[in-house]
């Protein structure tokens, strides 16, 4: 009795495959490919873009906020930053 219900369940997920692959067009598979690659373009370039931002207003001396200068050890550092020595 088992067999049969691996059989059934092997039957029933084969029909369901072959019926969403051929109703899927290259277009589609194009169109996700190049949305997946413009987000994560946008999403690296706004990465880089804040990594940035934050590092500029961490080493500014007239920054209002002086928990974001470097040098504060109460923050933690970001990858490849070095302690600073006081």
């Not at 899927?24 to 169109?31: C, E, G, K, R, V």
């Not at 996700?32 to 804040?50: D, E, N, P, R, W």
Request: net charge positive.
């Amino acid at each position: 009795m088992e067999f049969m219900d691996l059989n059934t369940k092997a039957g029933f997920l084969g029909g369901t495959l072959c019926s969403v692959i051929c109703n899927i067009s290259f277009d589609d598979i194009l169109f996700t490919v190049i949305m997946a690659s413009i987000g994560a373009s946008v999403s690296y370039v706004v990465s880089k873009f804040l990594n940035f931002v934050f590092r500029y207003f961490r080493n500014d001396k007239s920054c209002p906020h002086p928990e974001l200068r470097k040098g504060n050890s109460d923050l933690p550092r970001g990858r490849g930053e070095k302690e600073v020595s006081k």
